[in-house]
């Protein structure tokens, strides 16, 4: 079992001019999972994707404060934070869609599905609806490409997506 450092009540820093309170709920939570390793440096992508889950994205402010609870650098958490591309580091849309761009899917048009969700949506990959709906971004393979072109919104993986299905697929998340 690893140790921590103490943790006062509140943890508040101010590096990078945002000033991040974690609430007690969210460091328990951290610190719980810390618990279940070894090395408090395995806890990184847990405690990443508590903090997400409460603001939908992980703030500056909070990379630091999972830096200290886990006795690592903070640099060391932005690592993890920018490695795994399902942790956002700036605010995304209530639904971001993610479309597989890697080869398979690509053969099958994924191309197509992309442009034309940029049309409809009227955004570029990597920006957010004016109200605030959804987030478009490209990810790497998904590991269903034998039933491609294939895309996620949120946690939810759509297969064999075509033109003709995006208007039926969006109107699925509000
Ligand atoms: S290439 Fe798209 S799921 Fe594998």
């Known amino acids: 079992m690893s140790t921590v450092n103490p943790t006062p009540s509140k943890l508040i820093v101010t590096d990078r001019g945002q000033p991040y309170e974690m609430v007690a709920e969210d460091r328990d939570a951290i610190l719980h999972a810390i618990a279940h390793y070894d090395d408090s440096r395995a806890a ?22 999972i830096g200290k609870l886990l006795n690592i ?41 992309y442009g034309q969700l940029q049309t409809k949506l009227s955004i570029k990959p990597g920006q957010t609806t004016k109200d605030g709906r959804f987030t478009l971004l490209p990810i790497c393979c998904l590991g269903a490409c034998d039933r491609g072109p294939v895309l996620m919104v949120n946690d939810n993986t759509h297969f064999n997506i075509s033109v003709e299905s995006l208007d039926q697929l969006l109107e699925q998340y509000k």
């Open 44 to 65: 990184s992508i847990d405690a990443l994707k508590i903090v997400q889950r409460r603001h939908g994205w992980v703030p500056d402010g909070a990379i630091s404060v």
């Open 73 to 113: 650098p903070g640099s060391d958490v932005e690592g993890v934070a920018t490695f795994y591309n399902r942790i956002y580091r700036q605010p995304v849309g209530r639904h971001v869609i993610a479309v597989c761009d890697s080869i398979s899917c690509f053969l099958m048009g994924s191309d197509q599905i």
